[in-house]
């Protein structure tokens, strides 16, 4: 086939320029033919395609799921956040605001200066794998030294005057058990992470103690994850905003309850009347008996080998740091039975999480008739030759793949809309993370999915990319748990 285009070049997420000439066609080697690669296709569409009438039956479920976690317990583990209500937008002061992200460390200056007004000065830390494995104590005195370090730069410029302790709101996105706003049991690592010595324990504790080593002027106000954080800065911003939702290296959600509906914490003798942001941890859901996801052996497979099996079942469909490792699976399937990459080396494909999601949405996003992008990343990153067929082919599993997760996202917010009744007078969900800001047509898939479940009426509830919650909004937690403290509301939580 002619090219209308002989040669293209694309900046790949690594930063790396790729130019790519078309040189000679590949029908040396013993590609699919374009039939048999339509015939797999329909395979993979069956398995990864969800009718409205499953998704509705997940909402169902996931419903009854929130409403058991805020009972007792559950499998969704439903964490009262002790961050009281929304925030009034008149929240003033600055703050330290620190986030222990599964891919960054980032720590923040944040001014907040009323009117829903904000500045921020940031620096970012990049986590390795083997800091996500060592000891708990040594990754959070490498939180220490890097806060500690940001301190000072900011005492260096003018930023923050010498002797001055400032308030830091601390987010952290794994699963805690709270029992007051500035302590947190890591109930489990999720997305990777590993350190031993930390779950079961009192991460505030644990990161106080390192602020104390480094000498960080510094006092720890409140813990937050970055969904409750989404959800406060979205709020401070467009007060339309009811929920948040995270999807980043994992997902997550929150949303803000009546406290007289959260049963499980009826002893702690909170005004009924009060309102509680609710920390989903959405992730878990049917992790027990994996009765209502549409769980494929791919899914399964990246389940029974992830270093925590079992757990965060609904999170292995959706996020991140799960989507490119599914479609490589898929991959390397065909690669055993023979159908693609005959006679090519294939190891690089064959290493367990070598296909970064961002593939896939560079995939998506090639404008060009001959799929250059999709050419590079695969000669670039694994050094195989594709034909057009194969690589129609890829870009239309990717599709597949991202298309299951948005509708799965949906499914997760129309629980939520629908226990909360929200659909009638719609509402704004805050959402951020890399898979929501960069993967192509995600926030469409999301709405197209609420629209198969609620109908037209799905069109009341709107995404939009949410404001910085593990910055702005972790300063804005601590601004509100301040002043909270010094009315004296609540002041041992
Ligand atoms: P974190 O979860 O640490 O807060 P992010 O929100 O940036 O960080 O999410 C990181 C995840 O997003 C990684 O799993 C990565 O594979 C994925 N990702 C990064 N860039 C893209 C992209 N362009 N499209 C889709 N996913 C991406
Ligand atoms: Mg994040």
């Known amino acids: 086939m002619a090219s209308r285009r002989g040669s293209?070049?694309?900046?790949l997420p690594t930063g790396h320029t790729l130019a790519y000439t078309r040189t000679s066609e590949v029908d040396d080697l013993p590609h699919a033919t374009k039939k048999k690669m339509a015939d797999h296709l329909r395979r993979f569409e069956t398995m990864f395609t969800m009718t409205p009438q499953r998704m509705r039956m997940i909402v169902e479920a996931f419903k009854d799921s929130l409403e058991?976690?805020?009972s007792k317990s559950g499998q969704v583990p439903m964490i009262p956040t002790y961050v009281f209500g929304w925030p009034s937008g008149e929240e003033t002061g600055e703050f330290l605001a620190v986030d222990l992200g599964g891919t960054n460390l980032r720590v923040c200056l944040v001014k907040l200066n009323g009117g829903g007004k904000f500045e921020i000065t940031q620096a970012k830390y990049r986590l390795t794998e083997e800091q996500k494995q060592e000891d708990g104590e040594k990754l959070f005195d490498f939180c220490g030294k890097c806060l500690k370090a940001f301190t000072d730069s900011i005492v260096e410029s003018g930023e923050l005057s010498k002797d001055r302790i400032l308030p830091l709101g601390f987010t952290f996105s794994y699963p805690c058990s709270q029992e007051k706003i500035d302590h947190g049991t890591l109930i489990r690592w999720t997305k990777g992470f590993g350190a031993p010595n930390t779950e079961g324990?009192?991460?505030?504790?644990m990161f106080r103690n390192s602020l104390s080593q480094h000498d960080v002027p510094a006092e720890v106000v409140a813990l937050t994850c970055d969904t409750t954080g989404t959800l406060i800065a979205s709020h401070y911003v467009n007060p339309d905003t009811k929920i948040a939702c995270i999807f980043g290296t994992g997902c997550n959600a929150a949303y803000m309850e009546r406290v007289?509906?959260?049963?499980?914490?009826?002893?702690?003798?909170?005004?009924?009347e009060a309102e509680m942001a609710i920390n989903c941890e959405w992730g878990a859901f049917d992790s027990f008996e994996h009765e209502h996801l549409p769980r494929t052996k791919y899914d399964i497979t990246i389940d029974e080998t992830s270093n925590k099996p079992g757990e965060q079942a609904f999170e292995k469909l959706i996020s991140g740091r799960y989507l490119g490792e599914i479609l490589r699976l898929i991959i390397c399937e065909l690669i055993d039975e023979g159908v693609v990459f005959l006679g090519q080396n294939t190891y690089k494909i064959e290493?367990?999480?070598?296909?970064?999601?961002?593939f896939l949405s560079l995939m998506e996003s090639d404008p060009t008739d001959e799929l250059l992008m999709v050419i590079g990343i695969f000669s670039h990153f694994f050094a195989l030759?594709?034909?057009?067929a194969e690589r129609q082919f890829f870009r239309a599993l990717a599709?597949?793949?991202?298309?299951r997760a948005a509708r799965l996202s949906a499914c997760g917010i129309a629980a939520i809309v629908s226990k909360m009744g929200y659909l009638e007078e719609g509402c704004s969900v805050g959402a951020d993370g890399s898979l929501y800001n960069k993967y192509p047509g995600f926030a469409d898939r999301i709405h197209e999915g609420l629209q198969d479940i609620f109908g037209e009426k799905?069109?009341?509830?709107?995404?939009?990319?949410?404001?910085?919650?593990?910055g702005i909004g972790s300063a804005i937690v601590a601004a509100m748990t301040k002043l909270r403290k010094d009315q004296g509301l609540y002041s041992n939580l």
Not at 8 to 11: G, I, K, L
Not at 399 to 403: A, F, P
Not at 458 to 470: F, K, L, P, W, Y
């Open 68 to 70: 058991l976690g805020l």
């Open 385 to 388: 030759e594709t034909t057009l």
């Open 260 to 272: 007289r509906d959260i049963p499980k914490i009826a002893h702690l003798g909170i005004d009924p």
């Open 399 to 403: 599709r597949l793949v991202g298309r």
């Open 351 to 358: 290493i367990p999480y070598s296909f970064d999601t961002a």
């Open 201 to 205: 324990r009192d991460v505030v504790e």
């Open 8 to 11: 293209s070049s694309v900046t």
């Open 458 to 470: 799905g069109r009341n509830i709107v995404t939009h990319h949410a404001e910085d919650g593990s």
